[in-house]
Every structure is written in C-alpha cells, then in structure tokens.
C-alpha cells in the first residue's frame, strides 16, 4: 500500500493507505483540510471562504508571514498588509516524498511530505515593493497517521539583514466551544489584544468564554486541547516561542464576511505557533526554522 498524491493547478493532496489525508491550497499554501481515517475534519474551515485566490483562507492553516497582525512602527515591515503576504501569494509546489518511521513495519508507519516554496520573484509586484527583500520560504506539510508536522524555513537571500515574524493559524476544529479547556498554558506571560494590550498571567487552564485574543509566551512547548475531560489535540511547538489563542465570538464573526456559519465560532478554536512578540533578525545568508506538530487523539 503506498501514498496516493494528487495534484492540479491549485491544490494538492496526499492520502495515506490507512485514510487520513491532507490538502494543501497553492494559494498561500494554506493547508485546507487534514482528517483522520474516518474522513473526519481535524480543522475548521468557514463555509464561505474564498479558495480562488482573492482573499486569504478563513480557516484551515493560513501561513503568517512577515509581519504578525500589522506593525505601523516597524520601519522594514510597517506597510505590509494584515499578517504579511505568505497567505496570499502562489506558492511553488516542489515535490512529494513518503519516508517510513523508523523501526516501522509498513503502511502503518508511512508519513507523506508536501514541499512548497515561495520567494521574492513569486510575490505580486505591490507586495515586492512593501517589503524588498530577496528571501527564500520553504513550506513542508507532513502527515502520518497521529499528526501533522508544519515547517517553514525562512533563507535570507539578499545582502541586508531583514527583521521577520512567522506564525501558523491553525484553525482547530472542535465539537463545543464551551466545553473546550486549553491546559499547558498555566503560569504563562500574554499579551491580551481584547483588554488594550495589557501583559497579564495566565492562573489556570484556558476556558473560551467571549472573544479571546492572547499572544502567550509559554515556558514549555506543548499545549492540549481537552474537551468534555477529553484529550482531542496537542500542539508541540519547535523553535517557536509564542502561540496565540483566538476565537472571534459572536460579534467579530459576525462582521467578518466570510466567516460561515456565524455560529461557526462554536467549533472552532485558533492555536497559533509563532515567533511573534519580537522579530527573527536574519544576517544575510541566515536561516530560521520554525515548526508545529498537531496530534489528534479519537
Ligand atoms: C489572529 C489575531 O492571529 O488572527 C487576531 O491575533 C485576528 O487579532 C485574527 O483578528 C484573524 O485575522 P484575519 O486577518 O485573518 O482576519
């Protein structure tokens, strides 16, 4: 039994002979779908999203790069739009492997990779002008029957230094929001972007009770995501120092417009690794590796 990938013009897709799969848009390289065996979703994707390349995802994984939100006072990156241009511009789809885990025994062990690539010369001429820098991203999606492991390699390529933030806004796709509990983030330094920006600590676990948008910069490097009592997802961080927890509620989802269903906040839960309360300076010739890896528990 082997991968069976699959590729057009737009998006590309690896199934594993045990039935998890995952989709990947060229558009961003935003990862669209990831289920598990059963074909269920791991992640939330907004039934009115744009997936024809005329707005970024709502849902799914949209990249975040080079500037996290907007950053009017950073001279390099200040006129970039929302969250940069990563989750709008083409990606390059450069290949597909299948690796089996080592001490494996077969189809069981089988993990898929997905690469894409995105430099200078792939961007839209507004977004080169805004940030006129030569770099060079590499994207890989890799699946395997637990988890999904994201990476992304950021090459500086020209010969100034360049100051950049990542983040991957992983869109979790839960049953109840209320009975949702994030655990791993107790003690924890934020940033609370819906009470002015205040620094506050985080005393207990993570309930999401109302509009929530907190950049965390937790000790250790994974949180869990538990729901009923239930352990339904980790998310192991790798060279990423922050995470952002985001659910919009019910009045920021209503005035997104292509946020669907409006109650769609209910089942969803956004769990952001990043680097993005400082800024990854890259030397020219420097590289910066960053990762997550979501496992999912049935
Ligand atoms: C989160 C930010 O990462 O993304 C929020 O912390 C923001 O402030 C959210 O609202 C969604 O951003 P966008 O640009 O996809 O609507």
Redesign the pocket.
Known sequence: PQVTFSDDNSRVSAVLPTGESVTVLLYGATVTSWTDATGAEKLWLSSAAHLDGTK?V?GGI?LVFPVF?TAPDHAQTGKLP??GFARTSRWEFLGKSTSESAGGSGAADLTAKLDFGLSAAGLDEAARKLWPFAFNLIYSVNLNRESLTTSLVVTNDDDKAFDCQVLM?TYLRVKDISNVEVLGLESAEYVD?VDGAKTKTQAAAVTITGET?RVYTPAGEAVTVVEGGKKTYSVTRDNLSNV?V?N?WTDKAAG?GDFEPKDGYKNML?I?PGSVSGWQSLEPGDAYEGAQTITYYS
């Open positions: 970024a709502r949209p939100g929302q969250h806004h972007k948008d952002v985001w919009p997104m956004c952001e």
